[in-house]
């Protein structure tokens, strides 16, 4: 029997790109992020995202939201450290895609990684699932920049080198009450 890819849909509300917009700006002063405008504000939709939905769910957390603490953690959960990867997509998550961490990140501390997909155009964000830092090194592909990848019967590069596993591969959002 397969495992069957189940998702968290959180509604992307206006307050919540008014603040990651704000976010975006402050944090580009302090020169925090690289990469374009929009995969920069759909992680901190990502980030605002998770918080909503572990309000609504009363799990309690410690949000990291001081400028300049690159990378200490995002969030702990029943003091685990939880680092959040968001990636901004196009389309509804598939079964077929890879979640992934880029090499500069992968050595950060944490106990588990949590990948959210977010779509700006469609007010989306997709809490897709949760993997144990251990789980994720152990299960997760290296692939190095420049590796030919085939998709929908298309080839494309890989722009930086990173390791990733298939969404299948990962926890559903509400392991959380297991941690």
Same mark, same amino acid.
């Given at each position: 029997?397969?495992?069957?890819?189940?998702?968290?849909?959180?509604?992307i509300t206006e307050d919540m790109l008014i603040e990651a917009r704000q976010n975006v700006k402050k944090y580009n002063t302090f020169n925090l992020f690289c990469g374009d405008y929009a995969q920069k504000l759909a992680g901190e939709v990502g980030r605002l995202a998770l918080r909503k939905y572990l309000i609504g769910a009363s799990i309690p957390f410690v949000e990291d939201t001081r400028i300049g603490n690159k990378d200490e953690f995002d969030f702990k959960i029943k003091d685990k450290n939880v680092s959040l990867k968001t990636q901004l997509v196009n389309y509804l998550p598939e079964e077929r895609w890879r979640c @992934?961490?880029? *090499?500069?990140?992968?050595?950060?501390?944490c106990d588990f990684h949590l990948f959210a997909k977010t779509n700006l155009s469609?007010?989306?964000?997709?809490?897709?699932?949760i993997i144990s830092k251990d789980r994720f090194d152990n299960k997760g592909i290296l692939r190095k920049?420049? @590796?030919?990848? *085939?998709?929908?019967?298309?080839?494309?590069?890989?722009?930086e080198t990173k390791k990733d596993v298939s969404i299948l591969e990962l926890d559903p959002i509400n392991a959380f009450s297991h941690l």
């Amino acid at each position: 029997m397969s495992k069957k890819f189940e998702w968290m849909e959180i509604e992307i509300t206006e307050d919540m790109l008014i603040e990651a917009r704000q976010n975006v700006k402050k944090y580009n002063t302090f020169n925090l992020f690289c990469g374009d405008y929009a995969q920069k504000l759909a992680g901190e939709v990502g980030r605002l995202a998770l918080r909503k939905y572990l309000i609504g769910a009363s799990i309690p957390f410690v949000e990291d939201t001081r400028i300049g603490n690159k990378d200490e953690f995002d969030f702990k959960i029943k003091d685990k450290n939880v680092s959040l990867k968001t990636q901004l997509v196009n389309y509804l998550p598939e079964e077929r895609w890879r979640c @992934e961490v880029n *090499e500069k990140q992968l050595n950060n501390p944490c106990d588990f990684h949590l990948f959210a997909k977010t779509n700006l155009s469609k007010n989306k964000v997709w809490l897709v699932g949760i993997i144990s830092k251990d789980r994720f090194d152990n299960k997760g592909i290296l692939r190095k920049e420049g @590796e030919i990848m *085939e998709d929908n019967f298309k080839k494309w590069a890989i722009k930086e080198t990173k390791k990733d596993v298939s969404i299948l591969e990962l926890d559903p959002i509400n392991a959380f009450s297991h941690l």
